[in-house]
C-alpha cells in the first residue's frame, strides 16, 4: 500500500503533478519513474486531498499519459498483426504491459476518491470507468502468461491453413471462405468445414481453458463475480440477459420461416439423405465457414428464381475497381451528409490488400484508432466484391466514430455502449445496399425493381442479417456460460452444439467429440473478443476488432437507428427504399450521437437518436414485413414445420460404410448380419434353458415323490436303526446320478443344475440385452441432443 499514498500528495502540489506529467510524455523514464516521484510527504486528511478538484487534476494527467501508452501499444500491436513475427509479438507483449500498469497505476488510485459529493458528473462517470482495469488486475506471472495465451489463440486462429492431398494448403482467407461460399459438392464442403476445425479449434482446447481460469481470475479482482459479468458490465444495465431474451424472443417468428424456407430449399437441392423436412439443417452447406451467414447460398433459396439480382461484383470487376477506390466510396457516403473526413494517414498507413511480399498477417477486418487523434487506420485483405464493398463501409462506420470523438478524454472514446459501435457501421450499409443507392451510383442498371424482385433482395437482407441473430445471441451466451460455470470444461464442444441446435436448428455435419474445440474455430472466440466488448481495455489487443459480422444487439439497433435516419431525412414508404446517401440532416444526427462517445448512458443518447429509450424491435420487423408475409405464404403453402421436432442428425448417410461392432471396425452390412445372428444364437440358448429347466424341474418332483415314500417307510420302522445305513438304502436307486461326470446323490445333483440353470438364464437375458442395445445404438440420435430442444413451434 505504499503506493497508494502518492496520490494524496502529489496533487496537493501543482508543482509535482506538473513535473510527474511532463516526464510521462516526454520519452524517456519508464513507469516505474512515475510511480516513485511521488513520495508519501503529507499526513493531510485524505478527504481533503482526494476532493474534485485534485480528481480533475488526477484525470487531466490519466488522459495525458494514456494517450501515450495506448498509441505505443497499438502501434507494437499493428506491427505485429500486420507482420507476425516473434520479435514483433515480444515487442507487442511488452507494450501490452506497460499498458496494463498504466492502468492498475490509475485504477488503484481511482478508488481513493470519495465520489458520492462530487458535483460533475463526468469526473464521477470517468472515475469509475477506471476502476475496471480488467486484466491488469492480474499478479505479473499471470498477467505474463495470459497475455501470451491470448496471443497464442489468436495467432493459431491466423496462421491456421487447411491442405489438400499432396497439393496446396489454403488459409481461410480468401481460400477457405471461398469454398465454403462457392461449393455446393457436400464432401468438398464437409473437408473445409472439419479441416478448418482440427486446424484451428482442436490446437485452442487446452489452452481455452487456461484461458477461462485466467479471464475470472481478472474479472474477480476487479470485483465481478465472472468474465462474463464484467464483460456485460458495460452495457450499464442489470437486465441485459433479460432484455436479450426477449428481444430474440420477438425476431423468433421471422427466423423460424426463414429457416423452414431454406431447409426446403437446400432439400429441392441436396436431397432427402442430406436433409430432413422436420430436423435441424448440417452446419456445412449454408454457404459459411460458422454458418452465421447464409446469404452465399442465395441462388438456392431465392424466391423468384427466374428474376435474379445483378451480380454487382461482375459490374465492379467490369469497371476496375480496386481496394482503394472501395475504400473511397465508404468515405464518400459519409461526406455526404457532411460528416468529417479521415486525415491523410489513414490513407497511408492502412492495409488495404494482404501484403504479396511474404508477410504473415492476420487478415480479420478490423478498425484501429491509435489515440493520438490523427492515427486512424482499418486492416483488411480487401477482395473486388460486393460483400467487401458493404465490410468496408462497415469500418468505415468505425472510423467515423473514432473522428468524432477523438476530443473526448481517452475513457470516453468508445461507443456508448459496444453495440452501437457495431450499429453505426451497419446502418450505413443498409442505405448503401439499397436498390436506389447502388442505381445511383452506377453499380445497377436496371431502373425498378417489382415487387417480387424486392422479395428477392429482402432474401438475400434476411440471409445475411436474420440468419445471424441466433449466432450471435449463442456466440456470448455460450461464454457466459463457459464463464460462470455452468458449461463445464469437459463438454465446451458438446454443449456448443446443445446451443446451436437449440438456437440455430444446426447439426454438426459429422459427429463431434471432447477432442474437438468448434467454438475455438470462430475468431471472436479464439481472440477473445466479447461480441459486447469490456470498456476501457477493449479486448485483448486494445483495439475496436470487427467484422462484417453484427453482434446480436447491434443487429436490431441498426434497424432502429436506420428508421431514425430516414425519418431525418425525410424519407417517405418502406424502410427498406431508404437511403440517406447526401442527407445532411441524417448526418447531423448521427454527428450529435457520435461526438458523445461513452460519455453518456446509452439510454440517453439512444433516446437523442430515435426518442426511445429501449432498443426496440419494431424498426426491424418493419423493414422485413414484406419478406415475412411471403415467407409465411410460401411456408404454409408447403405444408413446412417450423422449428426441428426430429433429431435428424445421424450421421448414417455420411459413413455408411463403417460401422462398430464390439469394438471392431466392420462394413455395415456385415455388422448387421452378425448383429442377427448373435440374436438369433441368444434366442435359441434361451429356448434351450427353458427346457432344460422344465426337465429339471420333472426330476426334482420324482426324486422328491421318492423322498417322501422313504420317509414315509422309515417312520415306520424301528427307532434304533442307524440313519446312515437308512439312507443308504432309501436312494440306492437314484445312487447312479452324475454331474458334470462326477458321481453324487440326486439332490446335490439337483441343487447344482439349479444353480447352472440360473447362471444361465442371466446369461442369455444379458446377451439379449447387449444385442438389443448394439441395435439401438446405431439409430440413435447424437449424445449431445438433448430431447426438451426439439421444437418451437
Ligand atoms: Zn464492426
Known amino acids: 500500500m505504499e503506493l497508494d499514498r502518492d496520490w494524496a500528495t502529489a496533487p496537493s502540489s501543482s508543482a509535482v503533478l506538473l513535473a510527474m506529467g511532463t516526464r510521462w510524455t516526454c520519452p524517456g523514464p519508464p513507469l516505474l519513474v512515475l510511480v516513485c516521484c511521488a513520495v508519501a510527504q503529507s499526513d493531510q486528511d485524505s478527504d481533503q ?47 501490452d504491459v506497460e499498458k496494463s500498469q498504466h492502468t492498475l497505476y490509475f485504477g488503484t488510485r481511482a478508488r481513493l476518491f470519495k465520489v458520492a459529493n462530487f458535483q460533475d458528473s463526468d469526473v464521477k462517470r470517468m472515475l469509475s470507468k477506471l476502476l475496471n482495469v480488467d486484466k491488469a488486475a492480474l499478479p505479473k506471472e499471470e498477467l505474463r502468461e495470459y497475455n501470451e ?29 471461398e469454398v465454403m461460399a462457392t461449393s455446393r459438392d457436400q464432401k468438398e464442403l464437409l473437408w473445409a468445414w472439419q479441416g478448418w476445425r482440427d486446424a484451428v479449434g482442436r490446437q485452442l482446447r487446452m489452452t481455452f481453458e487456461r484461458y477461462v481460469q485466467l479471464s475470472n481470475k481478472a474479472a474477480k479482482l476487479n470485483g465481478y463475480q465472472d468474465m462474463g459479468a464484467l464483460w456485460r458490465s458495460t452495457y450499464e444495465s442489470d437486465s441485459l440477459q433479460e432484455d436479450l431474451e426477449q428481444l430474440f424472443q420477438e425476431l423468433q417468428p421471422l427466423y423460424l420461416n426463414l429457416h423452414a424456407y431454406v431447409r426446403r430449399a437446400l432439400y429441392r437441392f441436396y436431397g432427402p439423405e442430406l436433409i430432413d423436412l422436420r430436423g435441424p439443417i448440417p452446419a456445412h452447406i449454408l454457404g459459411n465457414m460458422w454458418a452465421q451467414s447464409w446469404v452465399n447460398i442465395l441462388d438456392l433459396a431465392l424466391p423468384f428464381p427466374e428474376k435474379p439480382p445483378e451480380d454487382i461484383t461482375k459490374i465492379m470487376k467490369g469497371q476496375h475497381w480496386k481496394p482503394e477506390k472501395m475504400f473511397q466510396e465508404a468515405e464518400k457516403f459519409f461526406t455526404s451528409m457532411g460528416l468529417l473526413s479521415t486525415p491523410p494517414e489513414f490513407w497511408e498507413n492502412s492495409m488495404m490488400e494482404r501484403p504479396t511480399d511474404g508477410r504473415e498477417v492476420e487478415c480479420h477486418a478490423s478498425a484501429w484508432d491509435f489515440y493520438n487523434g490523427k492515427d486512424f487506420r482499418i486492416k483488411k ?149 466479447p461480441y459486447i466488448r469490456s470498456p476501457v481495455e477493449g479486448s485483448v489487443m486494445g483495439k475496436r476488432v470487427c467484422c462484417p459480422e453484427r453482434y446480436f444487439l447491434s443487429l436490431v439497433l441498426q434497424f432502429q437507428f436506420h428508421e431514425a435516419l430516414c425519418k431525418a431525412s425525410g424519407h417517405m414508404g418502406p424502410l427498406h427504399h431508404c437511403d440517406i446517401y447526401n442527407s445532411k440532416e441524417a448526418g447531423k444526427l448521427l454527428e450529435d450521437v457520435l461526438k458523445l462517445g461513452s460519455s453518456k448512458p446509452w439510454p440517453e443518447v439512444l433516446e437523442k437518436m430515435t426518442g426511445e429509450t429501449k432498443v426496440s ?81 420333472t426330476l426334482e418332483k420324482s426324486s422328491l415323490t421318492q423322498d417322501t415314500s422313504t420317509q414315509d417307510t422309515r417312520s415306520q420302522g424301528t427307532q434304533s436303526q442307524s440313519p446312515r445305513s437308512q439312507d443308504s438304502s432309501a436312494i440306492k436307486p437314484a445312487s447312479k446320478t452324475y454331474f458334470l461326470g462326477i458321481a453324487m446323490e440326486p439332490h446335490q445333483v439337483v441343487k447344482r443344475q439349479w444353480m447352472l440353470l440360473g447362471l444361465c438364464l442371466l446369461l442369455t437375458l444379458g446377451s439379449i440385452g447387449l444385442i438389443i442395445r448394439i441395435f439401438t445404438q446405431h439409430n440413435r440420435k447424437p449424445p449431445w441432443m438433448r430431447d426438451e430442444w426439439g421444437s418451437w413451434d
Open 49 to 95: 486531498l482526494y476532493n474534485e478538484t485534485v480528481a480533475k487534476a488526477f484525470l487531466q494527467f490519466y488522459d495525458r499519459t494514456a494517450q501515450v501508452v495506448w498509441n505505443q501499444f497499438m502501434e507494437a500491436a499493428w506491427n505485429y498483426v500486420t507482420n507476425i513475427t516473434k520479435k514483433n509479438q515480444e515487442e507487442m507483449l511488452y507494450k
Open 149 to 177: 495465451i491470448l496471443a497464442y489463440m489468436e495467432t493459431t486462429y491466423s496462421m491456421a491453413q487447411v491442405c489438400l492431398n499432396e497439393g496446396p494448403c489454403l488459409p481461410l482467407e480468401p481460400d477457405l471462405e
Open 381 to 529: 485483405c480487401t477482395e473486388v466484391t460486393i460483400k467487401d464493398l458493404l465490410s468496408i463501409f462497415h469500418q468505415m462506420g468505425h472510423i467515423q466514430y473514432f473522428l468524432q470523438y477523438k476530443n473526448l478524454s481517452v475513457i470516453f472514446r468508445s461507443g456508448a455502449n459496444p453495440a452501437f459501435e457495431e450499429a453505426v457501421g451497419s446502418v450505413v450499409t443498409l442505405s448503401a445496399s439499397s436498390h436506389k443507392h447502388l442505381l445511383n451510383r452506377g453499380l445497377l442498371s436496371q431502373q425498378h425493381q417489382d415487387k417480387e424482385e424486392e422479395v428477392n433482395f429482402l432474401m438475400s437482407v434476411a440471409l445475411e442479417k436474420i440468419a445471424f441473430i441466433p449466432f450471435a445471441y449463442l456466440m456470448d451466451l455460450f461464454r457466459w456460460k463457459v464463464f460462470d460455470g455452468t458449461i463445464e470444461k469437459d463438454v465446451y464442444n458438446q454443449e456448443w452444439w446443445n446451443l446451436r441446435l437449440k438456437y440455430q436448428g444446426l447439426c454438426p455435419p459429422i459427429p463431434r467429440t471432447e477432442e474437438d474445440f468448434d467454438p475455438g474455430a470462430k475468431f471472436h472466440i479464439s481472440a477473445s473478443l
Open 617 to 697: 424491435t419494431k424498426a426491424l420487423m418493419t423493414y422485413f414485413k414484406p419478406l415475412l408475409n411471403w415467407l409465411v405464404t410460401e411456408n404454409v403453402r408447403q405444408g413446412e414445420i417450423l422449428g426441428w421436432p426430429d433429431f435428424s442428425c445421424s450421421f448414417e448417410e455420411r459413413e455408411t460404410s463403417r460401422a462398430a461392432f464390439l469394438g471392431m471396425e466392420l462394413n455395415t452390412d456385415l455388422v448387421k448380419s452378425w448383429q442377427w445372428t448373435l440374436l438369433a444364437l441368444s434366442f435359441v440358448m434361451l429356448l434351450a434353458v427353458l427346457l432344460l429347466g422344465r426337465r429339471l424341474y
